[in-house]
């Protein structure tokens, strides 16, 4: 299993950024995935799973502001990030579950300047 996160970068508060993750190695679209990140000093964070169905789900933090979604065809999970705050700061990883395991991609650097 391999997931390659992409779309990290800088931007202003208030800006938008759209994370991918591209999955490989499993069938894609029976497997719920999520969106979790982490801060130096501070436990991983969940921000948003999407099921199979595609059922969603989302960290407080980010309701209203973040939309998780998937395209079973290109085996790919987006993040769409609205309305950055300064605290959005992280790295951001995706992550999925099999065969009693958990999957991580390589993580992907947000930076939200205020």
């Known amino acids: 299993v391999q997931l390659q996160a992409s779309g990290g970068g800088l931007v202003q508060a208030g800006g938008s950024l759209k994370l991918s993750c591209r999955a490989s190695?499993?069938?894609?679209?029976?497997?719920?995935m999520h969106w979790y990140r982490q801060t130096p000093g501070k436990q991983r964070e969940l921000v948003a799973t999407?099921?199979?169905?595609?059922?969603?789900n989302y960290a407080d933090s980010v309701k209203g502001r973040f939309t998780i979604s998937r395209d079973n065809i290109r085996n790919t999970v987006y993040l769409q990030m609205n309305s950055l705050k300064p605290e959005d700061t992280a790295v951001y990883l995706c992550?999925?579950?099999?065969?009693?395991?958990?999957?991580w991609g390589q993580g992907t650097q947000v930076t939200v300047s205020s």
């Open positions: 992550s999925t579950h099999w065969r009693s395991r958990d999957y």
């Open positions: 190695g499993i069938n894609f679209r029976i497997h719920s």
């Open positions: 999407i099921s199979s169905t595609p059922a969603t």
